[in-house]
């Protein structure tokens, strides 16, 4: 038994999802699917890489341009801040003024936000452009779903969305690679400096390529007072998130922002009821396999976003690897989102997307656990299996949850479902990342002092406690200068230990998560508008 809710640019429904005005088959490059596909990964492939790859140049702009650390924390925050809060209203721009067009535009901004960031002199520009680079992002993102869900018949969507998928994977954990070279032998500008050619083919592929679609029904208005009430939300909801390790889970500063969070969400969904083209049509939610992938989404990201957070300081700190190096550690991950990804798509298409996403989020649950189980002697062949699980979990996760969200909105709401699947898999690494470090925090806070007695370490003053406690949270050893040796290695053994305990209950956690999530996939089934999107293609 399936139960369907159609959405019209005006609310719920019983009209049929309307088909692209232009259905005419492509013949040739402009509007062909594979060549499209070609055009938008090489877009989101940029968007995708700054996620992880600045990270890696972080410490050298710090040291050039002389900034504090939480200037630098603003090079990130900044980013994913304007990414997450305008990744729906993005897709609606799309929805309205054509996906072709929002993408070029998001495609042009980036590469140009990136190479100003490469010409800035002083962290407030770097932090300036790095906003612009998310508010582009945003454009980008949900187009390019949008003109693979117009583009590609129901029966090779799937299998598009997977190939996409895999570009996504490959560039989040490729970046540590790339920017450990490009820091290390060229400069940190040149990380920024990249998306500028990479943008420049994306911009001409599309203009070449791309082929607007839009549904005959699509909105046609825009919902202010909506916009403003979901961005605030939205960007309370995640500001908390960012700022709850700094302030504190107890801290009426974190819980302030949660309440306007909780307030600003209430407010909009009252008013998305009472307008004529709201931003996001409720009866959107009406479709349980749609809010199933949401929600799916959400966990997928804080059981992966938040586990690989550690993970990256167990592999520099614990290890003693470079950059390069952990990034090299972290390919069968990768290598596994690369393979499976596509796999995921063609087993989704014959199977539907129930057993292979529910099968993904057990691998992933699995992974986790044997993640906690890593020591400071594990060696890099134990660490692979669990690194390959984990990417051959998470890649039918990352395909199937995103047709079910996209292909179960109608054609006119594509671009405000691809913000959606974004906007999830944003606020999942906000939580992750938050939550886990909680855990993280908690553990060590009450671990260290006893390991440290245990170990004959002199007593610790409080305010020593605490920096050694911040320290511990990343796994560095806080030795001071001078220290004798053997003091200095016990000191070193006291903190990877308590570190690596930490990082064993977070992981545990984000494994309870991946099973949860694996019940949430068992509600998820094939996208039912799917069709409706495949009129102009031509394979």
Same mark, same amino acid.
């Given at each position: 038994?399936?139960?369907?809710?159609?959405?019209?640019?005006?609310?719920?429904?019983?009209?049929?999802?309307?088909?692209?005005?232009?259905?005419?088959?492509?013949?040739?490059?402009?509007?062909?699917?594979?060549?499209?596909?070609?055009?938008?990964?090489?877009?989101?492939?940029?968007?995708?890489?700054?996620?992880?790859?600045?990270?890696?140049?972080?410490?050298?702009?710090?040291?050039?341009?002389?900034?504090?650390?939480?200037?630098?924390?603003?090079?990130?925050?900044?980013?994913?801040?304007?990414?997450?809060?305008?990744?729906?209203?993005?897709?609606?721009?799309?929805?309205?003024?054509?996906?072709?067009?929002?993408?070029?535009?998001?495609?042009?901004?980036?590469?140009?936000?990136?190479?100003?960031?490469?010409?800035?002199?002083?962290?407030?520009?770097?932090?300036?452009?790095?906003?612009?680079?998310?508010?582009?992002?945003?454009?980008?993102?949900?187009?390019?779903?949008?003109?693979?869900?117009?583009?590609?018949?129901?029966?090779?969507?799937?299998?598009?969305?997977?190939?996409?998928?895999?570009?996504?994977?490959?560039?989040?954990?490729?970046?540590?690679?790339?920017?450990?070279?490009?820091?290390?032998?060229?400069?940190?500008?040149?990380?920024?400096?990249?998306?500028?050619?990479?943008?420049?083919?994306?911009?001409?592929?599309?203009?070449?390529?791309?082929?607007?679609?839009?549904?005959?029904?699509?909105?046609?208005?825009?919902?202010?007072?909506?916009?403003?009430?979901?961005?605030?939300?939205?960007?309370?909801?995640?500001?908390?998130?960012?700022?709850?390790?700094?302030? +504190?889970?107890?801290?009426? !500063?974190?819980? =302030?922002?949660?309440? *306007?969070?909780?307030?600003? &969400? %209430? /407010?909009?969904? @009252?008013?998305?009821?009472?307008?004529?083209?709201?931003?996001?049509?409720?009866?959107?939610?009406?479709?349980?396999?749609?809010?199933?992938?949401?929600?799916?989404?959400?966990?997928?990201?804080?059981?992966?976003?938040?586990?690989?957070?550690?993970?990256?300081?167990?592999?520099?700190?614990?290890?003693?690897?470079?950059?390069?190096?952990?990034?090299?550690?972290?390919?069968?991950?990768?290598?596994?989102?690369?393979?499976?990804?596509?796999?995921?798509?063609?087993?989704?298409?014959?199977?539907?997307?129930?057993?292979?996403?529910?099968?993904?989020?057990?691998?992933?649950?699995?992974?986790?656990? +044997?993640?906690?189980?890593? !020591?400071?002697? =594990?060696?890099?062949? *134990?660490?692979?299996?669990? &690194? %390959? /699980?984990?990417? @051959?979990?998470?890649?039918?996760?990352?395909?199937?949850?995103?047709?079910?969200?996209?292909?179960?909105?109608?054609?006119?709401?594509?671009?405000?479902?691809?913000?959606?699947?974004?906007?999830?898999?944003?606020?999942?690494?906000?939580?992750?990342?938050?939550?886990?470090?909680?855990?993280?925090?908690?553990?060590?806070?009450?671990?260290?002092?006893?390991?440290?007695?245990?170990?004959?370490?002199?007593?610790?003053?409080?305010?020593?406690?605490?920096?050694?406690?911040?320290?511990?949270?990343?796994?560095?050893?806080?030795?001071?200068?001078?220290?004798?040796?053997?003091?200095?290695?016990?000191?070193?053994?006291?903190?990877?230990?308590?570190?690596?305990?930490?990082?064993?209950?977070?992981?545990?956690? %984000?494994?309870?998560?991946?099973?949860?999530?694996?019940?949430?996939?068992?509600?998820?089934?094939?996208?039912?508008?799917?069709?409706?999107?495949?009129?102009?293609?031509?394979?």
């Amino acid at each position: 038994m399936t139960s369907q809710t159609t959405i019209s640019a005006t609310g719920p429904g019983d009209k049929a999802p309307a088909a692209p005005s232009d259905p005419t088959p492509s013949t040739g490059l402009r509007g062909h699917p594979w060549f499209t596909l070609i055009t938008v990964a090489v877009g989101v492939m940029m968007v995708a890489l700054d996620g992880t790859i600045v990270a890696i140049a972080n410490p050298a702009i710090q040291k050039d341009l002389g900034a504090s650390f939480a200037d630098v924390q603003w090079i990130t925050n900044g980013y994913f801040l304007a990414l997450a809060v305008s990744l729906i209203t993005a897709g609606k721009l799309g929805d309205r003024f054509g996906h072709r067009q929002t993408f070029l535009i998001g495609v042009t901004g980036f590469a140009l936000a990136s190479g100003a960031i490469g010409l800035s002199h002083s962290i407030a520009f770097v932090v300036t452009f790095r906003v612009l680079q998310g508010l582009f992002g945003a454009l980008l993102m949900p187009a390019a779903l949008g003109l693979l869900r117009a583009t590609f018949p129901a029966e090779k969507l799937n299998m598009a969305i997977g190939l996409w998928g895999m570009v996504i994977g490959a560039s989040t954990a490729g970046g540590p690679i790339l920017g450990g070279v490009l820091v290390e032998h060229v400069n940190w500008q040149s990380v920024f400096f990249i998306n500028v050619p990479v943008g420049a083919i994306a911009l001409i592929l599309g203009l070449l390529i791309l082929r607007d679609h839009r549904a005959e029904n699509a909105p046609r208005s825009f919902d202010i007072l909506g916009i403003v009430l979901l961005s605030g939300a939205m960007f309370c909801l995640v500001w908390a998130l960012i700022k709850a390790p700094t302030w +504190g889970w107890g801290s009426a !500063t974190t819980w =302030t922002f949660l309440a *306007v969070s909780v307030l600003g &969400f %209430a /407010l909009f969904a @009252f008013w998305e009821q009472r307008v004529k083209e709201p931003l996001i049509p409720l009866g959107l939610f009406r479709s349980v396999p749609l809010s199933a992938g949401v929600v799916l989404m959400v966990l997928m990201a804080i059981a992966f976003m938040g586990g690989l957070f550690f993970v990256t300081f167990y592999l520099q700190n614990v290890h003693g690897m470079s950059p390069i190096d952990a990034g090299l550690h972290l390919l069968p991950l990768t290598g596994m989102m690369i393979v499976g990804s596509p796999l995921a798509g063609a087993a989704i298409t014959k199977l539907g997307p129930r057993i292979p996403l529910a099968g993904g989020m057990a691998a992933t649950a699995i992974a986790m656990y +044997g993640m906690s189980t890593l !020591t400071s002697d =594990t060696g890099s062949g *134990v660490m692979s299996i669990w &690194f %390959a /699980l984990l990417g @051959f979990g998470l890649a039918p996760v990352m395909v199937g949850a995103t047709e079910v969200i996209v292909g179960n909105a109608p054609m006119e709401l594509s671009g405000v479902a691809g913000g959606l699947q974004q906007a999830a898999m944003q606020i999942g690494g906000s939580l992750g990342t938050a939550v886990l470090g909680a855990v993280m925090a908690s553990r060590v806070d009450s671990d260290l002092a006893g390991n440290w007695a245990d170990a004959g370490l002199p007593k610790l003053t409080q305010p020593q406690q605490g920096a050694a406690a911040e320290a511990v949270q990343v796994g560095v050893a806080p030795v001071a200068p001078n220290t004798p040796e053997a003091i200095a290695a016990k000191i070193t053994q006291v903190a990877h230990d308590t570190f690596i305990s930490g990082m064993s209950l977070a992981c545990l956690v %984000a494994a309870g998560v991946a099973v949860v999530a694996v019940f949430v996939a068992l509600l998820t089934k094939r996208g039912e508008n799917a069709e409706a999107g495949a009129g102009a293609a031509h394979i």
